[in-house]
């Protein structure tokens, strides 16, 4: 069955990076993209991008562009995205998410990430 | 970005109810939208995209409707399992963006 499965929580200081592992699994890893999506515990979702697994390009939103590195590992059918300069704005849960088939929707999701940014 | 209004934001209901959520968007997005259930600390699961196709293993009282702005979620008739939060989401363009979410309360 499809599983998608993230690292764990993370505590960090404003100024410094988290990085969000997803690790996937019961589908064909580089035929589908993994968007990233997250979301500030009792709020609504806000979308950041995704990746293209099969090249490993990446297409971030204006404002995560130039904070976000992403890597693709095909072997370890692994995506890490890395956040920079955090601020404590950027305390959220941190989800992946399968892309369908044809690129649209989202299918199945990651269990999320809570990554808290405090001084 | 394309705007998704969802209302209402809660609903008081009962077991056995007829439950109806509306999403609204900003333009035209013919229909490209999913609507998704998350439960209280859970991820969120897909549960109809197309606006109207149900996806697999998602029981038959929920069913989606609508094109180009408007669009609604119904449950026939609710069970307990279903008491979650609801949201919307357009994937006509980039970026993405979602609903605000309709959190349904018990009575």
């Known amino acids: 069955q499809v599983q998608l499965v993230q690292s764990g929580a993370e505590v960090k200081r404003p100024g410094a990076s988290v990085k969000v592992s997803c690790k996937a699994s019961g589908y064909t890893f580089v035929g589908y993209g993994i968007g990233w999506v997250r979301q500030v515990p009792g709020q609504g979702f806000e979308w950041m991008g995704w990746?293209?697994?099969?090249?490993?390009?990446?297409h971030f939103e204006g404002m995560f562009q130039g904070r976000v590195t992403v890597n693709t590992d095909t072997s370890t059918r692994t995506v890490d995205m890395e956040l920079r300069s955090l601020t404590v704005d950027d305390t959220a849960i941190y989800y992946c998410a399968r892309f369908d088939g044809t690129g649209s929707y989202l299918d199945y999701w990651g269990q999320g990430t809570l990554a808290t940014v405090s001084s | 970005a394309i705007r998704v209004t969802q209302s209402p934001s809660s609903l008081s209901v009962s077991p056995g109810d007829r439950v109806t959520i509306t999403c609204r968007a900003s333009?035209?997005?013919?229909?490209?939208l999913a609507w998704y259930q998350q439960k209280s600390g859970k991820a969120p699961e897909l549960l109809v995209y197309?606006?109207?196709t149900l996806q697999s293993g998602v029981p038959s009282r929920f069913s989606g409707s609508g094109s180009s702005t408007d669009f609604t979620l119904t449950i026939s008739r609710l069970q307990s399992e279903d008491f979650a939060t609801y949201y919307c989401q357009q994937y006509y363009n980039y970026p993405r963006t979602f609903g605000q979410g309709t959190k349904l309360e018990i009575k």
């Open positions: 990746v293209n697994t099969f090249s490993g390009d990446p």
């Open positions: 197309a606006a109207s």
């Open positions: 333009q035209d997005i013919r229909s490209y």
